[in-house]
């Protein structure tokens, strides 16, 4: 199982489905806000920002997936799952469990330098309220749902992480 493990986090078509998967999803988010009228809010951009730097993280392992270069793209993917997570996380309790005192963001807080809200307002400009949940699939909401999707990419990482570093010890234990 190690074994095949490694041999698919070093080959392209992996680290393409991985960026593929996040681009449906990205495809997904705006199909909910161009054609459902759902607006997304401070926290659903957050999420929208750590997929695409999922999908980032999936070109970058795509270049050479069997070089190191492969592990900066998995860090991409493994720091982009745990943000996501937990602003999903932060997003569901909002819902859930609503309070006066606590409530999000009016503007979303990009970076000086990369202010994608400004350069990109079409896709990460919020105009939604984090505490609204209007769309359910199969009994949960957008956001319990991206809990699962953020926790599963992130498994995911975090095994093929690990296996790099198993396949590694066991073969130096290896006699020849």
Not at 26 to 55: D, H, K, S, T, W
Request: positive net charge; proline residues 5%; aromatic residues 18%.
């Amino acid at each position: 199982m190690v074994n095949f493990l490694h041999r698919c986090s070093i080959t392209r078509k992996a680290w393409l489905l991985l960026a593929l998967t996040a681009f449906i999803l990205e495809l997904v988010g705006l199909y909910f806000q161009y054609f459902m009228f759902i607006n997304p809010c401070v926290l659903c951009i957050y999420q929208r920002f750590a997929l695409y730097g999922i999908m980032i993280g999936g070109l970058v392992g795509a270049i050479s997936p069997s070089t190191p270069l492969r592990f900066i793209g998995l860090g991409f993917w493994l720091y982009s799952a745990w943000k996501g997570l937990r602003s999903a996380i932060i997003h569901t309790d909002i819902q859930l469990y609503p309070s006066p005192f606590f409530v999000c963001d009016f503007f979303v807080s990009f970076p000086s330098w990369l202010k994608l809200d400004q350069l990109l307002p079409a896709i990460f400009s919020a105009t939604g309220n984090c505490t609204v949940h209007p769309f359910h699939f199969l009994s949960l909401a957008i956001t319990q749902w991206m809990i699962i999707i953020f926790s599963i990419y992130l498994f995911i990482g975090l095994i093929i992480l690990l296996v790099q570093f198993v396949l590694v010890y066991q073969n130096k234990n290896i006699k020849y």
